[in-house]
């Protein structure tokens, strides 16, 4: 049995992951997540708060990373450029996560409430990164389109690195913003 917070959660996630893909998302239980993953569900309720969050656990650690990600960048006036190096510097954390992308993405596109989830994931994501944006001086209403706009492309790039195993992330990233800038001009 793992010892460490990180491998019990890693292990339920991949736990999770075997079940729902197998059975179905609705026919999986916490429990069965648990004993799959040799922890008792008591153990699993430690981690997660439910079943879904499973799937979306790291987001914490994504939105504190973005948040610092995002302080951090060097002297850069323009939101979206800021944005552009900060989400640069996620890609440790999608790289650990990687074998799990592809298989997670799947399931919550096949559960609507899985969806639901993972739009309230990624607005809180973009809240993050508005906030952080309106502490280097971006005007409110600014650094909220920045964040939405921005965390939009981020996820297009992410999309195309899972479907494309050979794909470099930062090409990809790269690429997106150079087709944002492109849009509008």
């Known amino acids: 049995m793992p ?3 990180e491998d019990v959660r890693r292990r339920l996630q991949e736990a999770a992951l075997i079940l729902y893909r197998k059975h179905g998302y609705d026919a999986t ?3 069965e997540i648990a ?3 040799g922890v008792t569900e008591r153990t699993f309720f430690r981690h997660f708060p439910d079943k879904r969050e499973v799937l979306f656990g790291g987001q914490d650690t994504m939105r504190a990373a973005l948040a610092r990600a995002i302080a951090e960048v060097p002297d850069v006036p323009a939101p ?3 944005l552009e190096q900060a989400f640069r510097t996620m890609m440790p954390i999608l790289e650990m996560n990687r074998p799990f992308a592809v298989p997670r993405s799947e399931i919550i596109e096949a559960v609507p409430a899985l969806r639901e989830r993972q739009l309230a994931k990624i607005a809180s994501l973009q809240d993050a990164a508005a906030e952080a944006l309106a502490a280097r001086g971006i005007p409110q209403r600014q650094a909220l389109l920045a964040a939405q706009v921005g965390t939009t492309v981020f996820g297009h790039a992410i999309q195309e690195w899972m479907t494309t195993p050979a794909a470099d992330f930062d090409s990809l990233l790269t690429q997106a913003f150079h087709d944002l ?3 509008i001009g």
Do not use: F, N, Q, W
Request: charged share 25%; glycine share 6%; proline share 0%.
């Open 3 to 5: 010892r460490s917070g």
């Open 29 to 31: 239980t916490a429990a």
């Open 35 to 37: 004993a799959e993953a």
């Open 80 to 82: 979206l450029a800021v």
């Open 181 to 183: 800038r492109d849009l």
